[in-house]
T-cell receptor
Framework: KNEVEQSPQNLTAQEGEFITINCSYSVGISALHWLQQHPGGGIVSLFMLSSGKKKHGRLIATINIQEKHSSLHITASHPRDSAVYICAPHGGSNYKLTFGKGTLLTVNP | NAGVMQNPRHLVRRRGQEARLRCSPMKGHSHVYWYRQLPEEGLKFMVYLQKENIIDESGMPKERFSAEFPKEGPSILRIQQVVRGDSAAYFC????????????FGQGTRLTVV
């Protein structure tokens, strides 16, 4: 059983749509990262959160530690948002990140 | 601040050769982490280093792989006698502290073994 489950695995949207990507994990954690990876590209850390909600531009991340669930939302999606989004919880030390397999988002114009 | 720098971006090696991957952490960061992303798989932790010390190498294959982070210069991930199964993207991240602090990732090195 995977420790980190992301859904959906693939998501196609039209420009302007509201996007939600979900992450459920089975390990006890102290914080969780959301990462973005463009095809063939590097990894960018979007958020690190341990409770509640964080917002950065059109991106919003929420986490419920008790329910072991986090969501990443993108408002007014744009083709440049097309990427793989990866959920990575960790149990207190940065290096012990456990990664989800990622959600491939394609936003069509 | 140039961010985490990895080089080369792409590396092609023949089976049996050695691969050396370099990672220069962000300025002021003394913690370095290496991760591997195999084709069609998620990222997996390999090793965590602090200046001159290996803190945790539990994710690194026991043979052919080694890592170092010397007092001066970049961190090096070294793969000896590469095999086709080593073909992957190798990412490095760095942080100022360990614990609940943000880690910054490099662009990765894509290793292809032919």
């Amino acid at each position: 059983k995977n420790e980190v489950e992301q859904s959906p695995q693939n998501l196609t949207a039209q420009e302007g749509e509201f996007i939600t990507i979900n992450c459920s994990y089975s390990v006890g954690i102290s914080a969780l990262h959301w990462l973005q990876q463009h095809p063939g590209g590097g990894i960018v850390s979007l958020f690190m959160l341990s409770s509640g909600k964080k917002k950065h531009g059109r991106l919003i991340a929420t986490i419920n530690i008790q329910e072991k669930h986090s969501s990443l939302h993108i408002t007014a999606s744009h083709p440049r948002d097309s990427a793989v989004y990866i959920c990575a919880p960790h149990g207190g030390s940065n290096y012990k990140l456990t990664f989800g397999k990622g959600t491939l988002l394609t936003v069509n114009p | 601040n140039a961010g985490v720098m990895q080089n080369p971006r792409h590396l092609v090696r023949r089976r049996g050769q050695e691969a050396r991957l370099r990672c220069s952490p962000m300025k002021g960061h003394s913690h370095v982490y290496w991760y591997r992303q195999l084709p069609e798989e998620g990222l997996k932790f390999m090793v965590y280093l602090q200046k001159e010390n290996i803190i945790d190498e539990s994710g690194m294959p026991k043979e052919r792989f080694s890592a170092e982070f010397p007092k001066e210069g970049p961190s090096i991930l070294r793969i000896q006698q590469v095999v086709r199964g080593d073909s992957a993207a190798y990412f490095c991240a760095s942080s100022q502290h360990t614990g609940n602090t943000e880690a910054f990732f490099g662009q990765g090195t894509r290793l292809t073994v032919v």
